[in-house]
């Protein structure tokens, strides 16, 4: 049969099924079990309200037990057990294994700097394409095509940056507008200026944002201890405190290492194959998709400031770049957590880009493909659970978080 | 704020170059591929997509055709005649010629190279060539030569035509195509009907537990779908659904209905309450109420969660990698035969930039052509 026939039935059955629950359960409560006539009939109405908001849940909170909770303990479950021995218990040792691998510390290592440049990078470009679009005045078409890698598969966005990175042999014309770049590059003033002095500049705008960051996690301990939701805080301030001064630190003795490093220049490269940097071109895909996302929101968050405060830091003689950083920055500084929890979210779960760009080779592993690796090719369901569990973990706090924030909005 | 005073600034044209060159570095990938998607495979392999709206300059190496089959007796020589162009494709303005690879540029067009021994090749500005020796001379394998020549850009739609129609079963993608749209529709329509009905009881009905159900929705956002994989994979084959779409529409409303309830939640609960208690004091039931007056409301909410969950399903590899394709291939999705592409054709780019361009473009005309209602979604459930 024609596919597109085929799809049609298909199509039509699973829709057709789904709305047939809702009208039939909602017509056989009132019709049917509690009709609302005859002598009983206003306790019946009061009866049937008293069953439908479960009539209305029942699918969601079928869908989400089974799909969403439900698995969370299952999975727990299966990674303290092995497959092969029957589903025996095991205990940790799948988490052994898993531990013993460098293949997992590798997808462990690269998560974590996904987790940091990518929400970064994404929420300092996102600011930065608002804020300048925001004052012109086809603002709102470079915002559609910022925004429009949005709806672009990760898959299709691999397939797009593998032709940027395409590398041809030396003596035929490059394909990839990567390398055709970088062969323009000789070692002279040029060269400088863009592989040496902007990196820099960058890793100093990274090292800046990011001890920034942390100061706004440690100050209110070093200012006052009653601020910023109790004492309970503060181990986790202390960590957030000492992970930026630990990524200021490493940004920084990579400062050197930008103004050591022998290019190779006028060779092309296979830029895929270069361990540790083509984690960062895999990552530079995500933030392109995401930069978009981060805009859209963070404009309207930009829009939403009073203009008062604006008018008052110009009275007060402010230059743009403080206006920005002082007074529109600060504020909307709820959104932009958003944003970034948001992303991290996204990296978190995300596996299409590793696993159709490099497929975790050269050491660009992450663990949401490492666990696809482990169950469904190496068939190893006990470490596979492990690895998400391991996945889980690291979203917890944000888990945590949510719904903390959630509660406190409904009260 | 262009009207507060002093606020034009002499930035604004650092701030219109700056934002020229941010939309030139979002858009030039995705249009380096389309360009690519319409170019044959020689040109892509010959010189860069950007260099293919110019008229561009290429060296090629052609044989002149056999000499045993195509020679004319004249006189005492003999001559082999013909038109590179006409034998080996493609087009253009010659601008040099040579016959050795160490010198391509040696002639001009018109020129009569002398190979020794009275052995002579010419080729002139159109491409027509002539080969003259004697019997010894032409024989054996055609004269080798390159030409120079600038050709004008060229276009194809070819590489669409065989994506879509013909070509062997791997590149052939409107199998895939029909397959991604059997995934995607259900699976976007059953997830806002069921987080619509669910929405709706969390925000105007009154029940007890509802405080603890919206925080369990809030937490479920977060929960990775990976999670899920193996524990719904064994449920799927133990309950018969197997892999298949049935499976594939569950699986995707399941992982979609947390952000779903959350967005129309949020949406409703600003809906005003006169409306409703006016209906209820009426005789109208929660059922009426919710298809007749609170649906047609929440347009703009259910309108900004349709486009996500579409694009999201019809671009999401993973859940289609675990619960739909099986060990037939019947029920691949775009994505994963990209995949498959990029394994087997990995350097076929005319095959890869179109089948990643027939993959993009529905979700880029959906998304151009609702982005007002994507925006305001977005920002209905993120800003407060």
New interface residues.
């Given amino acids: 049969m024609n ?2 026939f ?2 049609l039935i ?2 039509a059955l ?2 057709g099924g ?2 047939l629950y ?1 009208w039939g359960s ?1 017509q056989i409560l ?1 019709k049917v079990i509690f009709p609302a006539k005859g002598p009983q009939a206003g306790q019946n ?1 009061n009866r ?3 069953v ?3 009539l ?2 029942f ?3 079928f ?2 037990g ?7 303990f ?2 727990l479950r ?1 990674s303290l057990t092995d497959r092969d021995a029957g589903g025996a218990f095991v205990g940790l040792a799948n988490y052994n294994q898993m531990m013993a691998e460098p293949k997992f510390w590798e997808a462990l290592r690269n998560n974590l700097l996904w987790l940091i440049v990518v929400p970064a990078a994404s929420t300092a470009f996102g600011l ?2 608002a804020q ?2 925001d ?2 005045k086809w ?1 709102s078409v ?1 915002k ?13 966005a ?7 990175y ?1 590398a ?1 042999p030396a003596d ?6 990567l390398n ?1 770049v970088w062969l323009q590059f000789e070692g002279g003033i040029g060269s400088f200026l863009f592989l040496q002095a902007l990196p820099a500049l960058m890793l100093l705008a990274f090292a800046a944002i990011v001890a920034y960051v942390g100061w706004i996690f440690v100050r209110p301990i070093a200012e006052s201890k009653e601020r910023g939701g109790g004492k309970g805080y503060v181990p986790l301030r202390l960590f957030v405190g000492a992970a930026a001064l630990y990524l200021v630190y490493l940004s920084l003795t990579s400062l050197v290492g930008v103004f050591t490093f022998d290019y190779p220049y006028g060779e092309p490269q296979t830029w895929l194959t270069i361990p540790f940097w083509n984690s960062f071109l895999l990552m530079v895909v995500l933030i ?1 998709i995401q ?3 981060a805009m ?2 963070l404009s ?2 930009l829009r ?1 400031i009073p ?1 008062e405060t ?2 008052a830091a ?1 009275i007060d003689g402010a230059n ?1 770049f403080q206006i920005f950083f002082k007074i529109k920055v600060p504020q909307i500084m ?2 932009i957590v ?2 970034w929890t ?1 992303i991290t ?1 996204v990296v ?2 995300v ?2 880009i590793v ?2 760009m490099t497929n975790g080779q050269w050491e660009t592993q992450v663990l ?1 493909n490492y ?2 690796d482990k ?2 090719r190496a068939n190893d ?1 006990g470490v ?2 492990a690895s ?2 391991v ?2 973990l690291l ?1 917890t706090p ?2 945590v978080w ?2 903390y924030n ?2 406190k ?2 009260k | 704020m262009d009207s507060i005073a002093g606020s034009k600034s002499s930035l604004g044209w650092a701030v219109n170059i700056s934002v020229v060159l941010l939309v030139a570095l979002w858009v030039f990938p995705t249009f380096g591929l389309l360009v690519s998607s319409f170019r044959t495979a020689d040109q892509i392999v010959g010189s860069g997509w950007w260099a293919s709206m110019f008229p561009s300059e290429q060296t090629e190496r052609f044989r002149a055709s056999d000499p045993d089959e195509n020679r004319v007796q004249r006189g005492d020589l003999f001559v082999v005649e013909g038109n590179i162009f006409e034998e080996n494709g493609g087009g253009g303005d010659i601008q040099s010629w040579g016959t050795s690879s160490r010198a391509v540029d040696a002639y001009q067009p018109g020129d009569v190279a002398d190979l020794g021994d009275g052995e002579t090749f010419t080729v002139d500005a159109d491409g027509n060539y002539a080969w003259s020796g004697n019997d010894e001379q032409i024989s054996g394998r055609g004269q080798r030569a390159f030409v120079t020549a600038i050709s004008p850009p060229e276009f194809t739609t070819e590489n669409y035509v065989n994506i879509m129609t013909s070509g062997n079963d791997t590149d052939n993608m409107a199998k895939a195509f029909f397959n991604t749209l059997t995934v995607t529709i259900p699976a976007t329509i059953i997830p806002i009907v069921v987080a619509a009905f669910a929405a709706y009881a969390l925000a105007w009905m009154d029940f007890p537990g509802r405080a603890i159900l919206i925080a369990c929705v809030v937490g479920l956002l977060v929960v990775p779908l990976q999670l899920a994989l193996i524990p719904l994979l064994k449920l799927h084959v133990g309950v018969g659904i197997g892999k298949g779409y049935l499976g594939v529409w569950l699986a995707h409303t399941g992982f979609g209905l947390p952000l779903a309830i959350y967005l129309l939640r949020n949406y409703m609960v600003g809906l005003p309450r006169d409306i409703i208690e006016n209906a209820k004091v009426d005789g109208a039931t929660d059922f009426q109420i919710f298809t007749k007056i609170i649906l047609p409301l929440s347009f703009p909410a259910l309108a900004s969660f349709a486009i996500f969950q579409f694009l999201w399903t019809w671009n999401d590899l993973l859940v289609a990698k675990v619960f739909l394709i099986d060990a037939t291939g019947q029920t691949t999705v775009m994505t994963d035969q990209i995949v498959n592409l990029l394994g087997t054709r990995g350097g076929n780019w005319e095959i890869l930039a179109t089948a990643a361009f027939v993959s993009i473009a529905v979700p880029l005309c959906v998304f151009f052509a609702m982005q007002k209602y994507l925006v305001r979604g977005l920002l209905a459930g993120s800003v407060k």
Avoid at chain 1, 66 to 72: N, S
Avoid at chain 1, 158 to 164: D, E, M, P, Q, S
Avoid at chain 1, 172 to 177: A, H, M, S, V
């Fill in positions: 596919p597109a085929l799809g298909t199509i699973g829709v789904c709305v809702f909602n009132d109405i049937a309200n008293m439908r908001p479960w209305f849940l699918p969601a909170i869908a989400l089974l799909y969403l909770a439900y698995p969370v299952e999975t299966l930065l394409a300048l679009t004052r012109i603002g470079a559609s095509l910022i925004f429009m890698p949005m709806a672009i598969s990760f898959v299709g691999g397939v797009i940056f593998k032709l940027v395409e041809r035929q014309n490059q394909i990839g507008i055709s392109w930069t978009g996302f859209v929101i309207a968050a939403g203009e604006v008018e110009i743009p709820g959104t958003v944003v948001t979210i978190l779960k596996f299409d696993f159709a949401a666990m696809f169950m469904f369901w596979g659970s998400a569990i996945i889980m979203v944000i888990l949510n719904v959630a509660r909005e409904m």
